[in-house]
């Protein structure tokens, strides 16, 4: 394998800011408040969202932000928060890092 000078290394580590940016809401999605918060919506609205809007009737996995936190949606309001599967959740979260 030939290597270029001045072509880009990906296994050389940079931008470290940006993970620690991410950890920062991690710690959110841990806390004992939002788990309980979650695990209780969850049982009061079982159903993904996304797929009931496609006439699919599909457990959710997880309690999502309709407006992600660190786009400034808020992390408290039950109106800010929907029911999802881990496929919905994963595709939103895949179009929100563009
Ligand atoms: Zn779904």
């Known amino acids: 394998m030939k290597i270029e000078k001045g072509k880009r290394r990906p296994w050389a580590p940079k931008r470290k800011a940006q993970t620690?940016?991410?950890?920062?809401?991690?710690?959110?999605?841990?806390?004992?408040?939002?788990?309980?918060?979650?695990?209780?919506?969850?049982?009061?609205?079982?159903?993904?969202?996304h797929c009931q809007a496609r006439g699919i009737l599909k457990e959710a996995a997880v309690?999502?932000?309709?407006?992600p936190i660190r786009q400034g949606g808020e992390a408290w309001k039950t109106s800010n928060m929907q029911s999802l599967c881990h496929q919905c959740h994963n595709r939103k979260s895949a179009k929100e890092k563009l």
């Open 20 to 49: 620690g940016r991410k950890e920062d809401h991690s710690s959110f999605y841990n806390s004992t408040a939002w788990r309980k918060l979650s695990k209780a919506r969850l049982a009061k609205h079982p159903l993904c969202v």
């Open 63 to 67: 309690t999502d932000h309709v407006i």
